[in-house]
């Protein structure tokens, strides 16, 4: 291949990687919510005292939001409607467990998927191409294709690793809650409406959500299940069938609440035990890599430059 040729790959190749970087920020960052259209509204209310027509709003705003945004979103959806079905449920389940970052959905999981396979892809054919032949620029864009593609999915098993961590960790704090006001002759559901007003984290929204869907009809024990299915954190699946089975057995929830509280707080205390036990082994590794190494220069050299200088090593 010509030095030509290869240039000009590359620079169609750039132009491709700076025009996926932009349309993807743009893309993620999404429609304007309803709150941001109706303060356009308002200044455009404000600014003219002919009222303005949808069309004339619509019109109103840039060109990528009124028709390259649209494009991307439906080749998302289109994109998303030829993934199997299993793949599509897998993914929103995953997304669920996250705690929905960013309100993503399917669709705009499997667009982000897409562009970084194109932004790697194109990045790592335009580096190839510069450095190398064509082939091996074909076979690297395959490899950033690929990495594009898992990127995601590493990405969101981390939030997913993240959240239930944090539920791990506040869960004992809330059934403290749920103990103390179910005592003071609170109801269970007035009990998780407290925690939900209380703390703003993954496990307060959970039982917030929890509220809403008995609020719409649905009874306790199905709500309590899909929180559960929600976060797959196997404390709150001990929690979630002990009030299901106190419920069905007629047993005081007090007093479930009270011991499960109780076998959280031990639970934490176990896991920080072991956390503790843990922690020589994994600092062996930079201590006699990193720390033993510098320790032994600091002490050792002196002693080595003298013995050096005593032999008149350096003549």
Avoid: C
């Amino acid at each position: 291949m010509s030095p030509l040729v290869t240039i000009l790959i590359g620079i169609v190749a750039l132009v491709v990687v700076v025009l996926i970087v932009v349309l993807a920020v743009r893309y993620l960052r999404g429609a304007p919510e309803e709150a941001d259209i109706q303060a356009r509204l308002e200044e455009f209310a404000k600014r003219s005292d002919v009222p303005l027509s949808l069309e004339e709003i619509e019109l109103s705003q840039p060109f990528s939001q009124r028709v390259i945004l649209p494009i991307l979103r439906g080749l998302s959806e289109r994109l998303a409607k030829l993934s199997p079905t299993k793949t599509r449920e897998s993914i929103d389940h995953q997304l669920e467990l996250a705690g929905r970052p960013n309100n993503w959905g399917v669709t705009e999981f499997v667009g982000l998927r897409f562009f970084l396979m194109l932004l790697f892809g194109a990045m790592f054919f335009l580096i190839a191409s510069i450095a190398s032949g064509f082939m091996l620029a074909l076979v690297l864009a395959g490899v950033g294709a690929l990495i594009g593609y898992l990127m995601p999915l590493l990405w969101l098993r981390s939030k997913i690793r993240q959240r239930q961590d944090e539920i791990i960790k506040t869960l004992p704090d809330a059934l403290d809650l749920l103990t103390i006001t179910v005592e003071a002759g609170l109801g269970l559901d007035g009990a998780m409406q407290k925690v939900a007003e209380k703390w703003d984290n993954h496990l307060a929204r959970g039982f917030a959500k929890v509220i809403q869907e008995i609020r719409l009809g649905v009874t306790r024990r199905e709500a309590l299940k899909n929180m559960d299915r929600s976060m797959e954190v196997p404390d709150v699946t001990t929690f979630v069938a002990a009030i299901i089975q106190a419920e069905q057995l007629g047993v005081s929830i007090a007093k479930v609440l009270r011991v499960q509280s109780k076998q959280m707080r031990q639970k934490r205390r176990q896991r920080a035990e072991e956390l503790a036990n843990k922690a020589p082994i994994k600092m062996l590794f930079p201590m006699v890599f990193l720390i033993f190494p510098a320790l032994f220069i600091i002490l050792l050299g002196p002693a080595f430059l003298q013995v050096m200088e005593t032999l008149d090593i350096f003549g």
